[in-house]
């Protein structure tokens, strides 16, 4: 049985930095798609940074970002652990969601397309106070 398990959520004010992680348990996703979504009240789950590597292709890593957090939040893992992370720098209150981690087994292009990933977290709550 597969289980992402997400940490590192809180409060911080703007300006601050967290890092998220994503343990990953049942099996291994050196290949395939390690994604983060995001989910603020009364809004829809958004895409916001996905590390891909084609089925085969462990070695070849490509990182995906949404534009609103470009340059301010980086994915990256540590395959001896199973683990993903996201550090969130510069943190602004629009920041603020329950943010959730989700693998996509079979490393579809379609990265930010939350419809092709097999398995979630359960999430963590962001949030940003101004």
């Known amino acids: 049985q597969v289980q992402l398990v997400e940490s590192g959520g809180g409060l911080v004010q703007a300006g601050d930095s967290l890092r998220l992680s994503c343990a990953a348990s049942g099996r291994t996703f050196s290949s395939g798609t390690m994604g983060w979504f995001r989910q603020a009240p009364g809004k829809e789950r958004e895409f916001v940074a996905a590390?891909?590597?084609?089925?085969?292709?462990?070695?070849?890593?490509?990182?995906y970002y949404a534009d609103s957090v470009k340059g301010r939040f980086t994915i990256s893992r540590d395959n001896a652990k199973n683990t993903v992370h996201l550090q969130m720098n510069s943190l602004r209150p629009e920041d603020t969601a329950v943010y959730y981690c989700?693998?996509?087994?079979?490393?579809?292009?379609?990265?930010?397309?939350?419809?092709?990933?097999?398995?979630w977290g359960q999430g963590t709550q962001v949030t940003v106070s101004s």
């Open positions: 590390m891909r590597a084609p089925i085969g292709w462990a070695a070849y890593i490509s990182t």
């Open positions: 989700a693998a996509d087994a079979h490393g579809s292009i379609r990265y930010s397309n939350a419809g092709v990933y097999d398995y």
